[in-house]
């Protein structure tokens, strides 16, 4: 369970505030441009192009300086669940059946899969990271619920059914596509 703490942001934000979250958000954005080479500076530097980040609340905020820390640099505590430290596939929760049957649009779901990431930073200490190592990130095709959702509704699904069917059927494609990227990236 993280550390309660004292919410840390202010309501506006006094310049130091504003000058210190800047300073950690441009340090944690250069670090990142050096492992990635990708980023440019004057995007990491400028606050109204760096994005708010969810963050493991469990690892991040767990004490009052990490708290501090994290939170100057654009980071929100998220609370999760548990964490697969194996490479087995673990089942979705209904909760994405849940967020599709109740959107009011239609959303496009891009699923995304990745791999080798347990290479590059370890799951067990030390946690160091690895440079040099081979990551893949397969991105699948765009996909929508709306024709399953729709034929759902008109054959009177229950809700619990509805939500089942609907998170099945994501799992399937992201089934699909953690298969690709096991033929591109094996497990050692």
């Not at 202010?10 to 300073?23: E, K, N, T």
């Not at 300086?65 to 669940?81: A, D, E, I, M, Q």
């Not at 699904?157 to 089942?164: G, I, P």
Request: proline share 10%; net charge positive; glycine share 8%.
């Amino acid at each position: 369970m993280p550390l309660a703490v004292r919410w840390p942001f202010p309501a506006g934000p006094p310049l130091p505030w504003a000058l210190a979250s800047r300073l950690v958000t441009g340090l944690v954005g250069t670090y990142s441009c050096v492992w990635t080479r990708s980023l440019k500076l004057r995007h990491v530097w400028s606050l109204h192009k760096m994005r708010w980040t969810p963050t493991a609340a469990d690892i991040c905020f767990t004490r009052e300086l990490h708290s501090r820390f994290f939170s100057l640099g654009r980071c929100v505590p998220v609370c999760r669940g548990k964490v697969n430290m194996g490479q087995e596939f673990v089942r979705f929760k209904w909760g994405i059946g849940r967020l599709l049957a109740e959107c009011r649009l239609d959303p496009v779901i891009l699923p995304l899969w990745h791999g080798g990431m347990n290479d590059v930073l370890p799951n067990a200490p030390p946690y160091v990271p690895r440079v040099g190592q081979r990551i893949t990130v397969v991105v699948g095709r765009p996909f929508s619920v709306r024709p399953l959702l729709e034929r759902l509704r008109a054959e009177g699904t229950s809700t619990v059914e509805m939500r089942k069917a609907l998170t099945d059927f994501v799992q399937r494609e992201f089934e699909a596509l953690r298969g690709q990227a096991r033929a591109l990236h094996p497990a050692p």
